[in-house]
């Protein structure tokens, strides 16, 4: 480990999440979580693949000397799995001299006993200190995301996304710095591409808008006999899960399609993208969000009854499925569960370099994630600068967040803007789109005026710790929304706009502790209203990401039917 002035300093490590379904960078520092953030804040593309170039300057940013002060850097898929099997067309002969460094291990592979897997390292000298680079299983930086994030001590832990190199599920059982891995679900047996490729089969996007089926499910009659034929074809048997891959065409290279063939001729025609939704859409919808649930179900009752754990840490893009999380403690044998704000690859670059540090170096773990408010944050003055530019002006307020919530009682629809920008897909309260729960008339017009999107999606509702209960019972808090939950009888008509048309909601759980500004937001809007919730959203249009600067803010603000922008203790309206 480098020296500074004699002395030890901390050990840094920093991750990097590239060529997934979203990219991103992450820097540690002695294993706390120092920066993160996505690719595609930046380059403004959702969902951006590209290396993340710009998310690796910043997080470089918040440490002195750049990656000269890095000890080491993880990512988060392992190449070398590919290399098992040699492969005279790719690896006969190099045609690049730096392709040797594939070539060479690939034509190794065919004088070894066993594949290559798990970690592999890759040291490059420079004028300086060496540049190690680990390359670190997919699925294993699921794993560590999910437990080396979570508070247990000790848990079991399960993976489940698409796929990775050559599996896509892990089960494995993690103590203190390390976990073992148990067994694997091999590629293309993938619970989570069969919930994909359903997604393209109703005519929406596979690897994007699976959350559109999940919102989609709750219309749906789960008991059709969509389900029983959709249930028909995958196998619950031996601890694993199988699926009769004669109906799906997603690990087919070429392929016309997520499904098959047969899957059309035993489902139906597909639905066109511009083609309305049906009876048959929502039921189909249903069977798929279903039976991912009997196939995630059966997954952990065998872990439990292997384990004997109480507590599970979940990971992987699977879990971003919030309708199931819900029903995992009531449903399974596991009394407490931990996902993160970000199990999908957004937060494999956190969990890259938390393996390198918890596994590889043998580091103590840091403390466990509380929020996810990782990325970049701006001065007043930067604000201020941004709205000159504009040739703007917002009057400055004392309290933003009494004069938010005055204009949320009023039937305001807000952008809020404040802090360090959140990492993962969902918006906690510093790059919020915020309005009043109580009308259901306010969820119409945040979709159609400001979101842009399809009716029928819900919105999630911000709730204050200590008036969670009223809303949802006796529940474990939910801090990052990953939870979808019943809502109580009683509360439903008090935030009919954060409610879905099955009767739940996915709450944020606000602490004073964690963001005592959105905390003290609510608490306003308690007091003018008796309801301490708002309607909390990410504060993006459709088909973009979430706004990082305050520029990102402003074109956005006047790009929708917002009403009012607060950008530190600014206030700009229209």
């Known amino acids: 480990m480098p020296r500074v002035g004699g002395g030890m300093r901390n050990m840094r490590i920093l991750g990097i999440a590239s060529d997934l379904h979203i990219s991103s960078a992450a820097l540690i520092e002695d294993g706390h979580v120092v920066a993160a953030a996505a690719e595609e804040r930046f380059t403004r593309r959702k969902h951006a693949r590209d290396f993340p170039a710009r998310a690796i300057e910043y997080c470089l940013s918040t440490v002195p000397d750049g990656l000269r002060g890095v000890d080491r850097i993880a990512v988060s898929t392992n190449p070398t799995i590919d290399l098992s099997v040699p492969d005279g067309r790719y690896a006969g002969r190099a045609r690049w001299h730096p392709e040797g460094l594939y070539s060479i291990p690939n034509n190794l592979a065919a004088l070894l006993d066993a594949p290559y897997q798990g970690c592999a390292t890759q040291i490059l000298q420079t004028a300086g200190e060496p540049l190690t680079i680990d390359y670190v299983y997919h699925h294993d930086a699921h794993a560590a995301n999910a437990f080396f994030l979570s508070p247990f001590e000790s848990a079991a832990v399960l993976t489940v996304d698409g796929r990775g190199e050559d599996c896509t599920a892990l089960r494995a059982v993690g103590n203190r710095n390390s976990f073992t891995t148990m067994d694997t679900l091999p590629y293309p047996h993938s619970v989570g591409l069969l919930y994909g490729a359903v997604t393209q089969y109703l005519g929406f996007r596979i690897d994007r808008d699976e959350w559109k089926v999940m919102g989609l499910a709750a219309y749906g009659d789960p008991s059709s006999s969509a389900y029983k034929l959709l249930r028909d074809l995958v196998d619950f048997k031996d601890g694993t899960i199988r699926l009769d891959l004669n109906y799906f065409g997603y690990y087919l290279r070429p392929s016309r399609g997520a499904v098959s063939e047969a899957f059309i001729h035993r489902f139906g025609p597909p639905r066109r993208p511009d083609e309305p939704i049906t009876a048959r859409h929502h039921d189909i919808a249903a069977a798929v969000q279903h039976v991912l649930e009997d196939a995630l179900h059966y997954l952990l009752a065998d872990l439990h009854q292997k384990t004997g754990l109480r507590r599970v840490a979940l990971g992987g893009g699977t879990f971003m499925n919030s309708v199931f999380n819900g029903k995992i403690t009531s449903s399974t044998p596991f009394d407490e569960v931990f996902i993160s704000s970000c199990p999908d690859d957004s937060g494999t670059s956190i969990g890259a370099a938390l393996y390198a540090h918890c596994v590889l170096s043998e580091g103590e773990r ?199 922008l607060v950008m530190g203790n600014r206030v700009l309206t229209k």
Request: with cysteine; net charge negative; aromatic share 10%.
């Open 366 to 564: 840091g403390p466990a994630m509380t929020h996810n408010y990782y990325g970049p944050s701006f001065e007043q003055t930067a604000i201020d600068e941004a709205l000159s530019l504009a040739k703007l002006r917002a009057p400055t307020v004392d309290d933003p967040a009494d004069a938010a919530a005055h204009a949320l009682a009023e039937g305001k629809i807000i952008g809020w803007f404040q802090g360090s920008m959140e990492l993962g897909q969902r918006a906690l309260g510093n790059r919020s789109i915020l309005a009043d729960p109580r009308s259901l008339r306010m969820r119409d017009q945040v979709n159609s005026a400001v979101k842009f999107r399809e009716p029928w999606r819900p919105f999630a509702p911000a709730v204050l710790a200590e008036d969670f209960a009223t809303y949802f019972g006796p529940e474990p808090a939910v801090y990052f929304m990953e939870r979808t939950l019943q809502v109580r009888d009683e509360a439903q008509n008090l935030m009919p706009a954060a409610v879905h048309v099955d009767g739940t909601a996915r709450p944020q759980t606000v602490t004073v502790d964690t963001n005592p500004l959105f905390h003290r937001l609510i608490t306003r809007f308690r007091d003018r209203t008796g309801v301490g919730a708002v309607l909390n959203t990410s504060f993006n249009l459709a088909e973009e990401p979430i706004v990082c600067t305050p520029q990102d803010a402003i074109r956005t603000f006047y790009s929708s039917g917002l009403d009012l």
